[in-house]
């Protein structure tokens, strides 16, 4: 009976050309399990910023015991549980009720909870980055260290500021949508350009962030140290146009950006289960068999079910696990076998040890980036990513028969 596997060194050695290629177009996908990699404890594991599960935990602990009872009786109404979708519920409440009651509350009782929510979060993620090297550090190292054609790009869900203060401290310039210093403005018209330099990074904080707040003219601005808690979030119900647009600018250009041709989306700590998100993904991708997404996922693949779904209906995305990959569509336990180049079993280490694939982890995943050299074989300058994927003999699932196989 024969069996597939996937032989984990084929793929990095052809990612680690891909990412040292500075022709090449790349995108970054943060999510939630990106900050979570650094560790802040002393005797125990203690996470920078928590991910969604402890967020959540978090917000709860904050609330009074009124405000729990209505967040709880919200959270039991909707499936996927997350604060992200209580709050979008309770502000579509807030809307739409006035004086009427639910769970208690009317529309200002709601309209009291939004901001306590917005409080107890903006408690949580506004941390400071660690002085010692950091995930975020060396992600901000690679980008310095290539001369590109084409600026970085970074997607993220998250809404704390610490990839903006990795940027900072080596003055790498960026932008982010806004214009301006006192008052930063969002001008969704740059957005849509591509007229930067290549060397200035493009920061999209796709799901808000702690340093926006609804500014005088009812618009969303940019406040250096805002104290303000009334975040903006997306939400799953539609807002005024002026809470609505930096939204639906940032989505537009993440959504372009994967229409682009021969472009490679790089995820890290990214569950894939935001509908709203992967949705575009999968939207972008069907239309452009030149792009490709490479998902590192940080646990095994029974239990990255998202992932799994948009690999099985996309062939241009590849997900990474830690026992196994869905490449081509082909889902597949990892097994190594000859070397692909001299040595490179050093290199080996830093992504795969015992049956274990690492780079799901971010702080594994940017240490790659960061000491990622050209110096191994095959330029890849002239090879479309596309061919990743769909030629069979650039990097062809391996068979082995019986489990049996002859490194």
């Known amino acids: 009976m024969n069996e597939s596997v996937h032989n984990p060194d084929q793929y990095m050695f052809g990612f680690r050309q891909i990412i040292t290629n500075g022709k090449k177009k790349i995108g970054i996908l943060l999510g939630a399990g990106a900050p979570v990699s650094i560790n802040v404890g002393k005797d125990a594991w203690e996470p920078l910023i928590p991910n969604v599960v402890g967020l959540t935990r978090a917000i709860k602990s904050d609330l009074s015991p009124e405000d729990l009872t209505v967040f709880n009786e919200i959270e039991s109404s909707i499936d996927d549980k997350n604060f992200e979708k209580v709050l979008s519920k309770i502000r579509a409440l807030a809307d739409v009720i006035g004086t009427s009651r639910v769970h208690g509350y009317d529309s200002k009782d709601y309209i009291k909870l939004t901001n306590n929510i917005c409080n107890s979060i903006k408690k949580v993620v506004d941390r400071e980055l660690p002085v010692s090297p950091t995930p975020y550090c060396e992600l901000v190292s690679w980008i310095n260290g290539i001369n590109r054609k084409h600026g970085v790009e970074v997607f993220t869900t998250n809404y704390d500021l610490l990839l903006e203060q990795a940027l900072e401290r080596v003055k790498t310039p960026y932008f982010d949508g806004f214009s301006g210093s006192r008052n930063a403005f969002f001008d969704p018209s740059s957005i849509s350009r591509n007229d930067l330099p290549p060397r200035w990074a493009r920061v999209w904080k796709l799901h808000g962030s702690i340093g926006w707040e609804i500014g005088p003219s009812n618009e969303v601005i940019r406040i250096p140290h805002s104290q303000n808690t009334s975040m903006v979030y997306p939400s799953h119900i539609k807002y005024d146009q002026t809470q609505a647009a930096p939204f639906s600018s940032l989505f537009e250009r993440f959504k372009n950006f994967l229409l682009e041709p021969d472009t490679l989306l790089i995820s890290s700590g990214f569950s ?58 082909v889902e597949a336990k990892w097994r190594t076998g000859i070397l692909p180049a001299k040595n490179w079993q050093t290199i080996r280490e830093e992504y795969f040890k015992g049956e274990e694939f690492l780079l799901g982890d971010f702080k594994t995943l940017t240490r790659f980036l960061a000491t990622a050299g050209g110096e191994f074989g095959i330029k890849f300058e002239d090879i479309p990513l596309e061919s990743i994927h769909q030629t069979p003999d650039l990097f062809p699932p391996q068979k082995i028969e019986n489990n049996k196989q002859d490194a």
């Open 272 to 329: 894939f289960a935001d509908a709203h998100i992967t949705s575009k993904i999968i939207e972008s991708l069907i239309a452009n068999p030149s792009a490709a997404l490479f998902a590192f996922q940080y646990n095994k693949i029974s239990e990255e079910s998202f992932a799994r779904e948009i690999a099985m209906k996309c062939p241009n995305v590849s997900v990474f696990c830690r026992d196994g990959a869905i490449i081509n569509g």
